[in-house]
């Protein structure tokens, strides 16, 4: 029992200083209905060890997160069930900021589903003719910018007199991935339950898993260290011994 005795101490502890950390929730303001915890926070209004993403309000009490490498984007909606954050463009034209788009590795996130799409710049007139989806907000009454991942640039070009602008790998649904951007409005990250820093979850507290875990490693660690212990003291007697009669029969050959 003295052995897991500093087991059950360390746990203890550990639970007692997440307890005395809880990460609190924050809205942009009064009105809002979208609540801001673990493991986004507001600017400097947070303990540091509660989050790892910096979310900013504007005058609207809108939500705003800055990916790396790919801009401010207004937040939609986060569920911290299925750690997902639904992001939209403040200037209403979604595919624009696809045709540059890159979310950094280093931003603790995934797209659950990525395609390569090329964009074209094409005679309105024929795209329409063909039924082909156009992006509204990047087209005019003459011209009609296509996005497709399914159309190759061969014909895009000799059916549809189309110039190539650029080839972006987007994030889209799997449902929406039929081939085409449209007039898409909004996308979806998953962020990593793994990326926390003291603060797994809303309230701060270690999860049962952790602890279990860390129990489980912390009780197994005399356990494994105890043999080795053994034989490592093993084998120091023996070269003891070893040395022991070496000098014995090195004495007996000097007399």
């Known amino acids: 029992m003295k052995i897991l005795q500093p087991t059950f101490f360390f746990l203890f502890f550990v639970s007692f200083v997440h307890a005395k950390k809880q990460c609190p929730t924050y809205y942009c303001g009064s009105n809002s209905t979208l609540p801001i915890r673990f493991p986004f926070k507001l600017q400097?209004?947070?303990?540091?060890?509660?989050?790892?993403?910096?979310?900013?309000?504007?005058?609207?009490?809108?939500?705003?997160?800055?990916l790396p490498y790919a801009g401010d984007f207004y937040v939609r909606s986060i569920d911290y069930d299925s750690l997902t954050i639904k992001l939209y463009d403040p200037n209403n034209c979604l595919p624009k900021r696809f045709m540059s788009f890159n979310l950094s590795s280093s931003f603790p996130s995934e797209v659950s589903y990525y395609q390569n799409y090329t964009f074209y710049s094409c005679p309105k007139e024929l795209v329409e003719i063909a039924n082909l989806t156009f992006i509204g907000?990047?087209?005019?009454?003459?011209?009609?910018?296509?996005?497709?991942?399914?159309?190759?640039?061969?014909?895009m070009k000799e059916l549809y007199?189309?110039?190539?602008?650029?080839?972006?790998?987007?994030?889209?649904?799997?449902?929406?991935?039929?081939g085409f951007v449209g007039n898409q409005t909004e996308f979806v990250l998953t962020?990593?339950?793994?990326?926390?820093?003291?603060?797994?979850?809303?309230?701060?507290?270690?999860?049962?898993?952790?602890?279990?875990?860390?129990?489980?490693?912390?009780?197994?660690?005399?356990?494994?260290?105890?043999?080795?212990?053994?034989?490592?003291?093993?084998?120091?007697?023996?070269k003891e011994v070893r040395l022991g009669e070496g000098g014995e029969n090195k004495s007996s050959k000097e007399t």
């Open 161 to 178: 007199r189309c110039n190539e602008i650029t080839t972006s790998l987007i994030p889209v649904s799997v449902s929406d991935s039929y």
């Open 137 to 155: 907000c990047l087209s005019n009454s003459s011209t009609a910018t296509v996005a497709t991942s399914v159309i190759g640039s061969r014909a």
């Open 191 to 238: 962020w990593f339950p793994f990326s926390c820093n003291g603060c797994p979850n809303s309230t701060g507290l270690v999860p049962p898993d952790i602890l279990a875990a860390a129990f489980i490693i912390l009780w197994m660690l005399p356990i494994i260290l105890a043999p080795l212990i053994c034989i490592s003291c093993c084998v120091h007697f023996i």
């Open 44 to 66: 400097d209004n947070q303990p540091q060890n509660c989050s790892y993403t910096f979310l900013t309000c504007n005058d609207q009490a809108t939500a705003i997160i800055n």
